[in-house]
Structure formats: C-alpha cells, structure tokens
C-alpha cells in the first residue's frame, strides 16, 4: 500500500458525459501527478500540481482539466467524453516537484462505452 | 526530450531461472532511472531507483539494476525468478535537476513465469 488512494476504483460513462476522478495524496506530500495508461499510448504524464498550483502539463486533453484543493487532495475532471478516453487513470505523489520519487496510486478504470 | 525504450515487449522465464529485463534511455544530462513493477488489476510499484553514485543499485523482492553511462541502458536482472514475479515491468526516466517531476515511462516488458 502506497498510501495514495484514488476513488473510485472503476467508472462506467457513456460518451459525452462527464466524470470526476479523485485522489488523496500520502500524508505530508505536498505534490500530486496524474497519469493516463492505454493501450495504445502506454502510461502518459498528463499534469502536477504543487501545493494547489499547476506545476507542469503533459499530453493532457482541452476537455480534461485538474485542480488541487487546500487540503492537497486532487480531481482530475474529464468531460465530453470519447471510447478513446477508456483507460487507466492513476495519481501519484511526492513530497516536493523536485524529490526523486514518486508513489502510485491503485488506479481508477474508466470505460467509455 | 527524454525517451525510455523497452525493445522486450514479452519475456518468458523458467522459474528458478535468472531475468534480464533491458531498457535504455535517451536524455542529454544525468538521469534520473526508476524500474516499476504493475501486477494485474494493481497500481505501480517502485522496484528499484538510479539517482547517482553506485551504478550498481538494489531494490526490493532481490532486483537489480545497472546503470551504463557508455550504453544508455539501465537493465533490470534477478538471478532467480519467483513465480510470483510475473507481471508488467516499466523503465521510468525523470530529467535531473529539474523543478519538476514528469516521469517518462517506456512501453513496457511482460513478464510471465513458467513452473
């Protein structure tokens, strides 16, 4: 256990509907990732956060956005979604950007039908 | 731009038998190189991590890397494969000394054990 969670562990949608995942980072990590694994594209970095500020972006989607509240957990919003969007989505975090490592969450399994 | 490339999509093993996973990397400065290991329906898991110093580095479960400058490559070996080792393993690179954190991951390697 990585002490990251993410909820919900797996989200049913149709296409063009919207859905919110989100993610508690370990306690004391002050900085959260969120990746997209596929099929097709393998495990892509899509965005960070800082301590509530948007610290770097990756091939993350205009209609997918991400924010990290006060409390330093993270959503990441997915809308008018396509069946390419099926995937894995996991978080991770860190204690700070520039520390080495980085620990995942479980995943959450979207599918787009 | 970092690039991490896996050239094994699928390796099968013996269990007893040692493991040699290869990855290697593309990135102008010194690398940061992770390994993780995904067991199915399971999040990512940090095996073993490449920062500087002893290009020889342990992690858990008995893996080891070795990080070849001259080479790019940061491979992956057990000397005795478990069968509870079968899984998917990624080769990750972070850019050193750098504010931020993106990991660049490669595609992948399969790992299946056979008793």
């Known amino acids: 256990d990585s002490g990251v969670t993410q909820t919900p562990k797996h989200l049913i949608t149709a296409t063009g509907q919207r859905v919110t995942l989100r993610c508690s980072p370990r306690?004391?990590?002050?900085?959260v990732y969120w990746y997209q694994q596929s099929l097709d594209q393998g495990l892509q970095f899509l965005i960070q956060?800082?301590?509530?500020?948007?610290?770097a972006k990756g091939n993350i989607l205009e209609r997918f956005s991400a924010q990290q509240f006060p409390d330093l957990h993270s959503e990441l919003n997915l809308s008018s979604l396509e069946l390419g969007d099926s995937a894995l989505y996991f978080c991770?975090?860190?204690?700070?950007?520039?520390?080495?490592?980085?620990?995942f969450g479980p995943g959450t399994r979207l599918t787009v039908t | 731009a970092q690039s991490v490339t896996q050239p094994d999509i699928h390796i099968t093993v013996s269990e007893g038998a040692s493991l040699e996973l290869r990855c290697n990397y593309s990135?102008?400065?010194?690398?940061?190189l992770f390994w993780y290991v995904q067991s199915p329906g399971q999040g990512l898991q940090l095996l073993l991590k490449?920062?500087?110093?002893?290009?020889l580095v342990q992690g858990i479960k008995g893996f080891e890397a070795e990080f070849k400058r001259s080479q790019s490559s940061f491979n992956l070996r057990k000397p005795s494969v478990h069968w509870s080792d079968a899984a998917e393993y990624f080769c990750?690179?972070?850019?050193?000394?750098?504010?931020?954190?993106?990991?660049?991951f490669g595609q992948g390697t399969i790992l299946t054990v056979h008793p």
């Open positions: 956060y800082y301590n509530g500020e948007e610290r």
């Open positions: 490449y920062f500087s110093g002893d290009t």
């Open positions: 991770a975090s860190s204690p700070r950007p520039s520390s080495h490592e980085q620990y």
């Open positions: 990135y102008g400065a010194t690398p940061y």
């Open positions: 990750a690179v972070r850019a050193g000394g750098t504010s931020y954190g993106k990991l660049t």
């Open positions: 306690s004391g990590d002050l900085s």
